[in-house]
C-alpha cells in the first residue's frame, strides 16, 4: 500500500537536520523503494537545498558521497521502470481508440498522449532530484557530486589513449636517441635540430598527460580504486556515460512499448551501478589484457 501524502512529508522533514548535514551510511542494502517516493516533491532543487550545500574547493568526492550517488541513482532508475509501466498501459488504451476509430476516441488520444508525455518529462526530469531527497541526501549535493562522476569516468574511459600516449613519446624519445647515433656514424638526411623537434614533441606530449592526470580527476579516480577495488574501470566509465547530459536520453523511448533499445539500456545502467554499489564486477565489464 502507498504510504499516505502526509505521512511521506512529514518524512521527509523529518530527514530535515540529516539532509543538510550531508551524505552519510556506506551501506549496500537500499533503504527506499519508488513507492516512497513523493512524485508530487519539486523536480528541481530549491533555493533551500542550494543554501544547504557548499562544493569543496578542491571538488574532490569523498566515499559517503559515492555510496549515496548510486543509491539515488539506482532508486531514480527503479522510479523510471515503475512508471514506465504506466506510460505502456496508456499506450495500450490509445492503440484500442485507434482501432475503434471515432473522433470520440482521437480527442482522448490526443489527451492522453498530451498527460502521458509530461508525466514522462517530469519523471525523467526530476526522479534523480526526487530520489535523493526520499533517501535523505541534499539533491544539490548529489547533482554536484553527479557531475564529478561524469567527469572521472571520462577521465578513466581516457586512461588507454593516455597510456598510448606516454609511449609514443618514449619511443620518439628511442628514435631520436637511435637518429643521433646515426648521424654521429656519418648518416645523412637529417639534422640535430630534426632530433630536437622529436624530442620537443615527447616532451609535450607527455606534460599533457602528466596535466590530465592531475588534480581532482586523479584524485577522484584513486578514490573509487581504493572504496571500490573491484569495480573496473569500464565499469565507471559506463556510470560516467550514464552521469552525463546525455546519459538518461537514451532512455527516452521507455514510453515507447516497442522501443526494446531503451529497456535494454534501462536494465544495463542498474545492473552496472548495483555491482559497482556492491564492489563487484558486472559480466562483460572485466578489464581485458
Not at 38 to 43: F, H, I, K, V
Not at 271 to 280: G, M, P, S, V
Request: proline content about 4%.
Amino acid at each position: 500500500m502507498r504510504t499516505p501524502l502526509f505521512l511521506r512529508r512529514v518524512a521527509l522533514l523529518g530527514a530535515g537536520a540529516f539532509l543538510l548535514a550531508g551524505c552519510g551510511g556506506d551501506s549496500a542494502e537500499m533503504d527506499a523503494t519508488p513507492d516512497d517516493i513523493d512524485e508530487d516533491a519539486p523536480a528541481a532543487v530549491t533555493d533551500d537545498e542550494l543554501q544547504a550545500f557548499r562544493a569543496p574547493a578542491d571538488s574532490v568526492v569523498t566515499e559517503a558521497q559515492v555510496t549515496a550517488y548510486l543509491k539515488t541513482s539506482l532508486l531514480q532508475f527503479d522510479l523510471i521502470r515503475k512508471e514506465s509501466a504506466t506510460w505502456h498501459a496508456k499506450a495500450e488504451e490509445m492503440k484500442k481508440r485507434e482501432e475503434q476509430g471515432g473522433t470520440l476516441g482521437q480527442l482522448r488520444n490526443l489527451a492522453t498522449a498530451g498527460s502521458t508525455f509530461a508525466h514522462l518529462g517530469d519523471v525523467l526530469a526530476g526522479s534523480f532530484v526526487r530520489s535523493a531527497r526520499t533517501l535523505g541526501y541534499n539533491p544539490a549535493e548529489m547533482e554536484w557530486v553527479r557531475e564529478r562522476m561524469a567527469e572521472v569516468g571520462g577521465y578513466l574511459l581516457a586512461q588507454p589513449m593516455r597510456q598510448a600516449a606516454v609511449q609514443s613519446a618514449q619511443q620518439l624519445r628511442e628514435q631520436a636517441s637511435t637518429l643521433r647515433q646515426q648521424i654521429a656514424a656519418g648518416a645523412s638526411g637529417f639534422s640535430e635540430a630534426d632530433i630536437e623537434q622529436m624530442l620537443a614533441s615527447a616532451d609535450e606530449m607527455e606534460a599533457e598527460m602528466n596535466q590530465q592526470a592531475a588534480g581532482a580527476l586523479k584524485a577522484n579516480a584513486e578514490l573509487l580504486h581504493r572504496i571500490r577495488p573491484a569495480v573496473t574501470e569500464p565499469m565507471w566509465g559506463t556510470i560516467g556515460v550514464a552521469s552525463g547530459a546525455m546519459g538518461l536520453a537514451a532512455l527516452g523511448g521507455l514510453g515507447d512499448p516497442n522501443d526494446a533499445e531503451a529497456q535494454k539500456k534501462l536494465d544495463e545502467f542498474r545492473r552496472i551501478y548495483e555491482d559497482a554499489l556492491a564492489n563487484r564486477v558486472s559480466p562483460g565489464m572485466e578489464v581485458k589484457p
